[in-house]
């Protein structure tokens, strides 16, 4: 069982918004840090959002600050991402993923297979 599907990407107009969902198997959403990661049109994937295990503090990238939220819904097992005033550089693929830690911790973030957004008039 794949332990993190991610949908709600798509194609969106430049200041316009997305809602980003991450359906999480196999552990409770407060077991782990849970974050976001973004890669743009490089092989690199930057982590943009984590909120920390056990419903700690919630950390976000200076490029995404005031724009994207990050959520649980512990009943569905879900993190979502809402994405507002969206630019054209924040086109991408998303990743949602886990760590023991939001500085990666022992093992390092565990990505699922992400979702690609398009920012774009």
């Known amino acids: 069982q794949v332990p993190l599907v991610e949908s709600g990407g798509g194609l969106v107009q430049p200041g316009g918004s997305l809602k980003l969902s ?19 049109s490089g092989p690199d994937q930057v982590g943009i959002t984590c909120s920390r ?12 600050k005031g724009r994207f939220t990050i959520s649980k819904d512990h009943a ?38 992400g979702t690609p957004v398009t920012v774009s008039s």
């Open 76 to 113: 569905k097992n879900t993190l979502y991402l809402q994405m507002n005033d969206l630019k054209p550089e924040d086109t991408g693929m998303y990743f949602c993923a886990y760590a023991g830690s939001c500085s990666g911790g022992e093992y390092g973030w565990k990505l699922g297979q």
């Open 53 to 64: 295990s056990g419903g700690g503090e919630t950390i976000y990238d200076s490029s995404v």
């Open 22 to 40: 991450c359906v999480v198997s196999g552990f409770s959403l407060d077991d782990y840090a849970l974050g976001w990661f973004h890669q743009a």
